[in-house]
């Protein structure tokens, strides 16, 4: 296959996120990324507990930590949250298939509308990335101190890493967009990159390409670099170039618009949903901030 950028954007994005309350449509022509903290308070946790799948309930119980299990369970629950909102359908009713690398993707029977999406999370940060008819892919890392860094660029390389003197930021930079390469073309953390295809995420080419076999499609991606909040980096890779971005964020009070909840009373009579799950209450919400589209 031939992967061409026919964009990319190397300057970030500082992302301004849209408080989305209703009335959320989708254009062919539009990508949405939502951005969610997974500290969220216990009451909530429950809430999205009882929306995550039989299978999705068993991944979360093998977690050995509190703190990952809890952010697991935020994230995947967000996710049915979000997606419900578009597919008009409730968030637990949602059912996902999965590639041969992994990549989550919406099953026919609950996909009219030919949704397409992708996740990425680090720490108490998700960012999700909802499309239509479109391959994507996002990444977002929490910018932090990386030892052995070259290491792991030479093992990913299939030539010798050359930046041993760059700091953990640009590798982390860098990082980003690798994997949103990756989860956009389907491909696994295995496939190794030659000179050429890192050149394009470094931004240093605008179009170029790389043919592994004449018979194949060539495929055709842009790129762009994200802020998504102080001290995190993302990349957002996407087919094709004829299309916009919106920048969308959950309100604290997101349960309330939500299909498939119950009141909060009846939550208490339901809490065998949660039976053998640890909720520790957290006493700091992160505000959500309000300020308009791109």
């Not at 030539?159 to 590798?171: G, L």
């Not at 065998?272 to 791109?294: D, E, H």
């Amino acid at each position: 296959m031939c992967f061409e950028f026919g964009s990319v954007k190397r300057m970030p994005l500082n992302c301004v996120w849209l408080l989305q309350l209703s009335d959320l449509r989708l254009a062919d022509n539009e990508v949405h990324l939502w951005r969610a903290w997974l500290e969220q308070p216990t009451i909530c946790l429950r809430l999205l507990y009882r929306l995550l799948s039989v299978d999705e309930r068993h991944r979360a119980g093998r977690f050995r930590f509190d703190l990952d299990r809890n952010r697991f369970i935020a994230r995947r629950g967000l996710l049915r949250v979000i997606l419900g909102r578009y597919l008009d359908l409730k968030p637990a009713s949602i059912r996902f298939g999965y590639g041969p690398n992994g990549k989550p993707f919406l099953e026919d029977a609950c996909n009219r509308d030919e949704l397409t999406f992708n996740l990425s999370h680090s720490k108490e940060l998700a960012i999700y990335a909802i499309t239509r008819k479109r391959r994507i892919g996002i990444d977002v890392e929490r910018l932090r101190p990386i030892t052995e860094g070259d290491r792991i660029v030479a093992d990913l390389y299939a030539f010798t890493a050359r930046r041993p003197d760059q700091p953990a930021e640009a590798f982390l930079n860098w990082w980003t967009r690798y994997e949103a390469y990756l989860k956009a073309s389907g491909s696994g953390l295995s496939r190794r990159m030659d000179s050429t295809e890192d050149s394009r995420l470094e931004g240093r080419v605008s179009r170029s390409s790389v043919t592994k076999s004449a018979s194949e499609e060539t495929v055709e991606w842009s790129l762009q670099t994200l802020m998504p909040a102080p001290g995190y980096a993302a990349a957002l890779v996407v087919e094709a170039t004829d299309w916009h971005l919106a920048c969308l964020e959950l309100p604290n009070d997101w349960e309330k618009g939500s299909q498939g909840f119950q009141s909060s009373q009846q939550t208490v009579a339901h809490e065998s949903f949660c039976k053998g799950m640890v909720f520790p209450i957290n006493r700091t919400i992160r505000p959500t901030r309000w300020q308009g589209f791109l």
